[in-house]
Nanobody, 120 residues
Framework: QVQVVESGGGLVQPGGSLRLSCAAS????????MAWYRQAPGKQRELVAI???????NYGDSVEGRFTISRDSAKKTMYLQMNNLLPDDSALYFC??????????????WGQGIQVTVSS
């Protein structure tokens, strides 16, 4: 069974930094895509950043230049370094992993989410 678990959230002042982690476990194929999404109250879930197992990354417009996504493929762990945080970054952050196994079975698993609050 494939699972992803987020960690590292919390309360931070505007302009501060946080680092989120997402650890994947289970029988995960060697080629995968992992991503961070976020959802604030009353808003739709939005893509924050996405990274492939070979290191290709893309970012949402609102976080470009402030957030950095990275991964440790051997540990099947993804990170999100968030700098210069703004109150609008406050949200529940979700981790997602997607991959096809050797039989072309599609996996699409989400974490439970972790709260990030940016406030003075």
């Amino acid at each position: 069974q494939v699972q992803v678990v987020e960690s590292g959230g919390g309360l931070v002042q505007p302009g501060g930094s946080l680092r989120l982690s997402c650890a994947a476990s289970g029988n995960i194929f060697s080629t995968w895509t992992m991503a961070w999404y976020r959802q604030a109250p009353g808003k739709q879930r939005e893509l924050v950043a996405i990274i492939t197992s070979d290191g290709r990354a893309n970012y949402g417009d609102s976080v470009e230049g402030r957030f950095t996504i990275s991964r440790d493929s051997a540990k099947k762990t993804m990170y999100l370094q968030m700098n210069n945080l703004l109150p609008d970054d406050s949200a529940l952050y979700f981790c997602r992993i997607q991959f096809l196994d050797s039989t072309a079975h599609e996996y699409d698993n989400w974490g439970q989410g972790i709260q990030v609050t940016v406030s003075s």
